[in-house]
């Protein structure tokens, strides 16, 4: 019985129906068109967690405040990023490939952006625009 589970196993493996999605293997989502290109993008992948709720808040290279990560109770990973002066934007995408991205936000205000959390490939992003 163990020898028949364990052949099935790696059979399902080996078709991909045991992969976990990741944002590489997920559906790409285009990206909204807005009046302002991006200037710099930059993002992290988050670790996969379960019900642990990991939160970060780094000072990115071109300054502001930048808080991600994933919350628990709300079953979301979310992306929060503060610039005193520039226009700037959020964005998280999960393991499925659905994206949720803030509007293009005024310098002095916090861009958020947040998306119902996979067990696995969340990602957290924030960007400076023109």
Do not use: C
Request: avoid cysteine; charged fraction near 10%; charge should be positive.
């Amino acid at each position: 019985m163990r020898i028949r589970f364990i052949t099935a196993a790696l059979a399902l493996a080996a078709a991909g129906a045991l992969a976990v999605p990741t944002a590489a293997s997920a559906t790409p989502v285009a990206a909204p068109t807005t009046a302002n290109p991006v200037l710099e993008e930059h993002g992290v992948a988050m670790p996969s967690v379960g019900s642990i709720a990991p939160n970060y808040t780094v000072t990115p290279e071109g300054g502001g405040s930048w808080t991600y990560g994933t919350n628990g109770p709300n079953n979301t990973v979310y992306s929060f990023f503060y610039h005193p002066s520039r226009k700037h934007g959020s964005s998280v995408q999960n393991g499925r490939g659905l994206m949720a991205r803030s509007p293009d936000t005024a310098g002095g205000a916090t861009a958020k952006s947040s998306i119902t959390k996979t067990f696995a490939g969340n990602n957290a992003y924030y960007r400076f625009v023109k």
